[in-house]
């Protein structure tokens, strides 16, 4: 299974991005999908996770209200819309395709990583 993920970017504070991260390969519908960022500096951090069929999202607080992730099982991909960019939502961020159906909340339910996406916001 190989993830690419695309749509990083510079933008303005204030502005908006959407992720994707296509799966390709042996691939199914039926386990969870999610969005890693890594700052520099710092260690990966959990953003948001969803589950196999898209009924089921998880987020984290800092990004809660501004990011949503969503998925079409009929493309094998996932997005992640983030709105009202912040500097400090400067980072690499990587998707994650799961092992299992729930959404994806923490790394150890990652089976694939993808390989990264820069996006840097502007003050």
């Known amino acids: 299974v190989q993830l690419q993920a695309s749509g990083g970017g510079l933008v303005q504070a204030g502005g908006s991005l959407r992720l994707s991260c296509a799966a390709s390969g042996r691939t199914s519908s039926n386990v969870g999908m999610g969005w890693f960022r890594q700052a520099p500096g710092k260690e990966r951090e959990f953003v948001a996770g969803i589950n196999w069929s898209g009924s089921n999202t998880d987020y984290a607080h800092s990004v809660k209200g501004r990011f949503t992730i969503s998925r079409d099982n009929a493309k094998n991909t996932a997005y992640l819309q983030m709105n009202s960019l912040k500097p400090e939502d400067t980072a690499v961020y990587f998707c994650?395709?799961?092992?299992?159906?729930?959404?994806?909340?923490?790394?150890?339910?990652?089976?694939?990583w993808g390989q990264g996406t820069q996006v840097t916001v502007s003050s």
């Open positions: 994650a395709r799961g092992k299992y159906s729930l959404r994806i909340v923490k790394d150890t339910d990652v089976n694939y």
